[in-house]
C-alpha cells in the first residue's frame, strides 16, 4: 500500500556491480507492475513493466522479476552506472482500477 | 509521441495566497490525469484524478481542489495557501493498461 509518511530505504553499491532493488505488494488482484526512476528535483521516469502473466521482463540493462507467490517484485541494474543513482519506486494497479499504487521507494547510490 | 508540461517549475507563495498549478499533455486525448505531492524524501501521495472533462476523484480531503476544464488540461488550485502545502507537485497522464507518465514537477514554497 501507499508509504508516503515514511523515509526512503537506501541502497549502497559500487560502480560496475550489479543491483538489486526489491518491493514487496499486498493487493493480490494487482495484475500489472511498474518501476520508475526518479532522480533529484525531476518527476519519475518510467523504467520497465511487467503484466501478471509473466514473472520475467528484461529491458537494456534492466530485469524485472515477479513472484506471484509470495508477492514479490525486484528490478534488477546490471553492471550500475553513476547515471544510475536514484530513487526507485515500485508501483501496482489492479485490472479495471484507476489508480496506482506506489511503494515506498528505495534510494539507491552508486559508489565509485 | 505523447509530452507533458507542468508550469511554473518553482513557486515561492506566501500563506493564505491562492494557489493555480497547470498541467496540459498534448499528443493523445482522453487521457486519465493525476496530480500527485511528495514531500522531500518521501513517496508519491495521490491528490486528485481525472478520467475526463469536468470529472474529478478527490483521494485525501485537503486545502486544495483541481479541475480539468479541457480534455487535456489539468489545474490545481488552492484560494488559500497553507504551510503545509509545500511540497513537489506531480502531474501524470496515461490511457487505460499503459503505465502513467510523469511531467517535470512543480517545487512549491510556502513562507
Redesign the interface.
Known amino acids: 500500500g501507499?508509504?508516503?509518511?515514511?523515509?526512503?530505504p537506501t541502497l549502497s553499491v559500487q560502480e560496475g556491480d550489479n543491483s538489486i532493488i526489491n518491493c514487496a505488494y499486498s493487493n493480490s488482484a494487482s495484475d500489472?507492475f511498474?518501476w520508475?526512476k526518479q532522480e533529484s528535483?525531476?518527476?519519475?521516469?518510467?523504467i520497465i513493466?511487467i503484466r501478471s502473466n509473466m514473472d520475467k521482463r528484461q529491458g537494456q540493462r534492466v530485469t524485472v522479476l515477479l513472484n506471484k507467490t509470495v508477492k514479490h517484485l525486484s528490478l534488477q541494474i546490471a553492471a550500475t552506472q553513476p547515471g544510475d543513482s536514484a530513487v526507485y519506486?515500485c508501483?501496482e494497479i489492479a485490472q479495471g482500477a484507476?489508480?496506482?499504487v506506489?511503494?515506498?521507494?528505495t534510494r539507491l547510490t552508486i559508489n565509485p | 509521441s505523447q509530452t507533458i508540461h507542468?508550469w511554473p517549475a518553482t513557486l515561492v507563495q506566501p500563506v493564505g495566497s491562492p494557489l493555480s498549478l497547470e498541467c496540459t499533455v498534448e499528443g493523445t486525448s482522453n487521457p486519465?490525469l493525476?496530480w500527485y505531492r511528495?514531500?522531500a524524501?518521501?513517496?508519491?501521495?495521490?491528490l486528485f484524478?481525472s478520467?475526463g472533462i469536468g470529472q474529478i476523484?478527490s483521494?485525501v480531503p485537503q486545502n486544495l481542489s483541481a479541475s480539468r476544464p479541457q480534455d487535456r488540461q489539468f489545474i490545481l488550485s488552492s484560494k488559500k495557501l497553507l504551510l503545509s502545502d509545500s511540497g513537489f507537485y506531480?502531474c501524470?497522464w496515461n490511457r487505460p493498461?499503459v503505465?502513467?507518465?510523469?511531467?517535470?514537477?512543480t517545487?512549491l514554497s510556502i513562507l
Not at chain 1, 528535483?41 to 518510467?46: L, S, T, V
Open positions: 501507499e508509504s508516503v509518511g515514511l523515509h526512503l500489472y511498474i520508475y528535483g525531476k518527476g519519475p521516469q518510467f513493466d519506486f508501483a484507476q489508480k496506482l506506489f511503494g515506498q521507494g | 507542468q486519465n493525476y511528495q514531500a524524501g518521501r513517496g508519491l501521495q495521490l484524478y478520467v476523484s483521494e506531480l501524470a493498461g503505465p502513467q507518465h510523469f511531467g517535470d514537477g517545487r
